[in-house]
């Protein structure tokens, strides 16, 4: 009896410390899984995110094939919409359009080895990589390029913005105004037959190389604002 007495207490002891170490370890597998599914779910995210872009926000030479097909994406961006007056200035790394939280007061609690596989997790790269970067002309409704004016590459830029804008909004809801202080080499007559460069019934084409035209269609906007 004395010698069961004795050997009570440690049985009782090991039992309960393995089987807290068996607890532990549950405890710690099931918290690696549920830390997986939510790595999981934010790769998720950032290929849905990746793909909606990839798809929204095409390229000029894309654009240029929607207007040659007369696919029905032409126009389709109207006035009311999120997206209109959004243009892709070129690729990039964006970072994922997401608010990732982690309750401090929860993590606290935890051990060191689970600590680690959290801030594994806040580390993760959350960044959109090699993706189109987008601009909202709408939010940042004046916006400027200064560049040099003998720059071939910049007005071939500028000319994928105005594709853009051509290919997914329709003259009722957008127009553009030329005002051109140096034409001499036509270089930007092409911007003539856009149907955007008209007023809607026709009689004035908001194209201007000289100073008298750039009057007429300064008065015409001008009454169109007081109005």
């Not at 010698?3 to 440690?10: K, Q, R, S, V």
């Not at 654009?63 to 200035?89: A, G, Y």
């Not at 019934?201 to 009454?223: C, H, P, T, V």
Request: hydrophobic content about 35%.
């Amino acid at each position: 009896m004395l010698t069961g007495m004795m050997l009570t207490p440690i049985f009782t002891r090991r039992y309960e410390k393995k089987k807290r170490k068996k607890y532990e370890r549950d405890r710690q597998e099931k918290y690696r899984e549920y830390i997986q599914t939510k790595t999981d779910h934010i790769d998720d995210v950032i290929i849905e995110q990746r793909k909606t872009l990839l798809a929204n926000m095409i390229s000029a030479e894309e654009c240029q094939k929607l207007v040659m097909t007369k696919n029905r994406r032409v126009w389709e961006r109207k006035i009311e919409e999120h997206d209109f007056l959004t243009v892709r200035l070129g690729t990039g790394d964006i970072p994922l359009n997401a608010d990732v939280a982690y309750p401090e007061e929860e993590f606290a609690m935890l051990e060191n080895d689970l600590m680690e596989i959290i801030e594994d997790l806040e580390k993760k790269s959350k960044t959109l990589r090699n993706v189109p970067v987008s601009y909202s002309m709408r939010k940042k409704n004046i916006s400027a390029l200064i560049v040099d004016d003998e720059n071939v590459r910049i007005q071939d830029y500028v000319k994928t913005l105005i594709m853009q804008l051509v290919t997914f909004h329709s003259p009722e809801d957008l127009k553009f105004v030329f005002l051109m202080n140096n034409n001499k080499e036509k270089k930007w007559n092409f911007a003539k037959k856009i149907p955007h460069v008209w007023s809607n019934n026709k009689d004035i084409r908001f194209f201007a190389d000289n100073y008298d035209d750039m009057q007429e269609i300064s008065m015409y906007l001008g009454e169109i604002l007081r109005k």
